[in-house]
């Protein structure tokens, strides 16, 4: 019986100190998680289509979440093409204006070596070739004016359809941005808008953040700051029940460079006086550590 009773003594003394140490441990700092958060808003202006995410939605990264209706700008497309396709009716044919000269011209020029033929043989005179020479370089010289005339007339009205295929290509950049796509992997935080709502540019419309990593934002002393340095591994410790918690390791990936006050959520009136430094702290995430938790560190 002595024995049993000393056993019982020696487990209660054990599971007391144990007790002790895991409430009494002593940390270097304490802060909140948070993360890395990204707030979508809406590039077009429309009713908002097919748009079916919810909060707590997995999303992968390019992944189709829906669109701002489009209607009016294909019609707008539609109207421009119908007036570039007028401005372009009104374009010469330069080929054709100019077929009729040109036929003239290449009969001037048989003509002219039937007379060469017939002034060898004596039959024409030096006054007849001197003037079929001279209307071919009269009508050449009518046929280059015409054709300059009829290239600037073409290239005018391509000047004036330029602006029109401008605006195209803004109405098709519209229409590209009004499919949503998700640009990161992560979890739907927040559901900003819903389906057959009016989205205007800017118009937030969902929030999004990758937790497989979270960030411990925890504050320190100025004494502490030769303690540690970027990239620093040190132990995370987030409580699991009343006297247990659990252990990550994480990796110090930024430390404030000013000094300010203890945020009003840490320590008591008294320590929130103290000037301190924020750092943040990357966590790797198991699915247990949430956003607002709260978190301790012990530097190594």
């Not at 079916?52 to 189709?64: F, N, R």
């Not at 000047?159 to 992560?186: F, H, R, W």
Request: glycine fraction near 4%.
């Amino acid at each position: 019986m002595k024995r049993v009773i000393y056993l019982m003594m020696v487990f209660c003394i054990f599971n007391l100190i144990n007790s002790c140490s895991k409430k009494n441990t002593v940390y270097d700092a304490s802060g909140v998680f948070e993360s890395d958060e990204i707030i979508i808003s809406s590039e077009a202006t429309g009713i908002l289509r097919d748009f079916k995410i919810e909060e707590g939605m997995e999303l992968d990264s390019g992944i189709y979440v829906g669109y701002i209706d489009t209607t009016q700008l294909h019609l707008k497309i539609k109207q421009i093409e119908a007036q570039i396709k007028a401005i372009h009716s009104k374009k010469p044919d330069i080929t054709k204006q100019l077929a009729s000269m040109e036929e003239q011209l290449s009969f001037l020029i048989r003509e002219k070596s039937r007379l060469m033929n017939l002034f060898d043989a004596g039959a024409a005179t030096q006054k007849q070739i001197d003037d079929i020479s001279s209307n071919i370089e009269v009508l050449k010289k009518q046929i280059d004016a015409n054709k300059s005339n009829l290239e600037i007339t073409s290239s005018s009205i391509d000047m004036e359809t330029a602006p029109l295929m401008l605006q195209i290509k803004q109405l098709n950049d519209q229409i590209k941005k009004s499919v949503i796509v998700n640009p990161i992997k992560g979890t739907v935080l927040s559901k900003f808008a819903y389906e057959n709502e009016l989205a205007t540019v800017g118009k937030p419309l969902y929030k999004v953040s990758n937790l497989s990593s979270l960030i411990l934002r925890a504050y320190i002393t100025g004494d502490q700051l030769d303690k540690i340095k970027l990239n620093q591994s040190v132990n995370v410790f987030v409580d699991s029940d009343k006297d247990n918690y659990r252990k990550y390791k994480g990796i110090i990936e930024w430390i404030s460079r000013k000094a300010e006050f203890t945020p009003k959520t840490i320590q008591t009136k008294d320590e929130r006086a103290n000037l301190v430094y924020a750092i943040k702290i990357r966590v790797k995430n198991d699915g247990f550590i949430k956003i607002g938790m709260y978190g301790e560190v012990n530097f190594q």
